[in-house]
Every structure is written in C-alpha cells, then in structure tokens.
Nanobody, 117 residues
Framework: VQLVESGGGLVQAGGALRLSCTSS????????IGWFRQGPGKERERIAA???????LYADSVKGRFAISRDDAKNTQYLQMNNLKPEDTAMYYC????????????WGQGTQVTVSS
C-alpha cells in the first residue's frame, strides 16, 4: 500500500492550500484515513481523520479552519486548509488505519507546508 501526498507549498498567512493524498488501493479498505503534521522541533500530531462512516475529528488547533474529505471513486483524501497561520508550518503526512487500531498502519512520504507572516 502506498499513500502519496501532494499540494504543499509556500503561502502567506491568511491564505489557503488543499492537500491531496492518493492511495494505491481502495480507500474503502481502510477503517479510517487522516492527516498528521510535524512542525520544527515538535512532535508529530494528528490533526484530522475521517472514518469509513464519514465521521470526522479535528485537533483543536485546526478546528474551524481545516476540513478533511474523501473521494472514494478517486481513492483520494483531501485536507482543505484555510486561514493559515505561521504556526501551521510543518511537514504534513497522510495516514491510514487498516483495522481500527490506534496505531497508523500506513504513512505517506510527507509534503511541506510553509506559512509566511
């Protein structure tokens, strides 16, 4: 299984980006899919996830600004990021949970998001 992210880049504060993550297998195979990020000198944190029933959850730091979605026909999940802040600067990783456990089973390679002030 491979997860491939795209859509990162450099954006000014207040701007928006949309990240994509395409799976080499049907995303219906996953129990849940989501996004993590790791900023400079910080631990990796889960910021959004969506399960196979369409239920979503968000970290408090991105709630109201970021939105996760999925297109099963394209085997792709998205992270729409609005009103970006410099503290959102991080490497963003997509993730997949295969069997409903707490540990991530599959990771993407990461895409860099840099927000300038």
């Amino acid at each position: 299984v491979q997860l491939v992210e795209s859509g990162g880049g450099l954006v000014q504060a207040g701007g928006a980006l949309r990240l994509s993550c395409t799976s080499s297998v049907s995303i219906r195979s996953f129990n849940a899919i989501g996004w993590f990020r790791q900023g400079p000198g910080k631990e990796r944190e889960r910021i959004a996830a969506i399960n196979d029933r369409g239920s979503t959850l968000y970290a408090d730091s991105v709630k109201g600004r970021f939105a996760i979605s999925r297109d099963d026909a394209k085997n792709t999940q998205y992270l729409q990021m609005n009103n970006l802040k410099p503290e959102d600067t991080a490497m963003y990783y997509c993730a997949g949970w295969w069997d409903g456990g707490m540990d991530v089973d599959y990771w993407g390679q990461g895409t860099q998001v840099t927000v300038s002030s």
